[in-house]
């Protein structure tokens, strides 16, 4: 089995900036991509951004040139860095391994979620 866990999150002010982390853990043969995703009450799950395992990123289009992912390979750890932060990220933020676990084939493994919340 493969875990996900998530640290950091909570209260910032608008304007600030908060750090998430995640690691990935258990029986990993290989991590294909990890991403950051976010679901506001009333809507639904997006994705914030996405680093697969050669290093190359995707972010969505309303966090562009505040966020950045990183992952350090061999930890299996992905790091969100969220800067200029604005009310609107407010959200439950939930970490994704697409992996392969062994023995038991590609699948995506999802974390319990942090809360971020930014206020005016």
């Known amino acids: 089995q493969v875990q996900v866990v998530e640290s950091g999150g909570g209260l910032v002010q608008a304007g600030g900036s908060l750090r998430l982390s995640c690691a990935a853990s258990?029986?990993?043969?290989?991590?294909?991509?990890m991403g950051w995703y976010r679901q506001a009450p009333g809507k639904e799950r997006e994705l914030v951004a996405s680093?697969?395992?050669?290093?190359?990123?995707n972010y969505a289009d309303s966090v562009k040139g505040r966020f950045t992912i990183s992952r350090e390979n061999a930890k299996n750890t992905v790091i969100l860095q969220m800067n200029s932060l604005k009310p609107e990220d407010t959200a439950v933020y939930y970490c994704?391994?697409?992996?392969?676990?062994?023995?038991?084939?590609?699948?995506?493994?999802w974390g319990q979620g942090t809360q971020v919340t930014v206020s005016s």
């Open positions: 680093i697969r395992s050669g290093g190359s990123t």
């Open positions: 258990g029986s990993i043969f290989s991590i294909i991509a």
């Open positions: 994704q391994a697409d992996a392969i676990a062994l023995g038991r084939g590609r699948a995506d493994y």
